[in-house]
């Protein structure tokens, strides 16, 4: 575990979200909208939305088929629109704005689950969260943090078990994440370079 994590440290000693955002609610609705596609194309619509609809309020009240147009290169651009509008309008009405630090409000917003909701509560409140995406799944099979057969909420627990006493969580879902994202790809991973590759399953599998 000692070598696991003093690698991810050495690649990445600062890790951030490659979401960008200026305000709490823009980060919940960027990581909503970053389902089964890129941070950096989620970037890019995300810059035309903002500057379109600069607050809450305007999105709340946006056009819903204006916004299709916006996100369309996102895929399931129909219900994330929808989403767009609908969390907006929550936000604005009952939380005056503000992304509280409440998972069940959190996963009640359409289009959260319990993965969106770890990243923003570790982002913003430092809720010691790991959320399991498909980088962090594959980094954490391979590298026998989690057995194949593992589901997500599986391979969350038992991450969060294995690193409890780490003080910054969230700090150790960036860099799995980017672990996964630019070394431990799912195709043609960075084996030759890597200094746990010893530790690895697919590495042993297709030596």
Known sequence: MNRILEYIDELFPNPQSELDYNTDYQLLINVMLSAQTTDKRVNMVASVLYKKYDTLDKLANANIDDIKKIIFSLGSYNKKASNVIEI???LYNEKNGIVPNDREYLESLPGVGRKTANVVLGILYNVPCIAVDTHIERVSKRLKLACLN???????????????????M?????????FGRYHCKAINPECKNCKIKDLCRYKKKND
Do not use: A, G
Not at 154 to 163: S, V
């Open 170 to 178: 969230i700090k150790i879902h960036h860099q799995l994440l980017l």
């Open 150 to 168: 593992d589901d997500v909420l599986t391979i969350e627990k038992k991450l969060m078990k294995k690193f409890k006493n780490h003080p910054n």
């Open 88 to 90: 907006s309008k929550r």
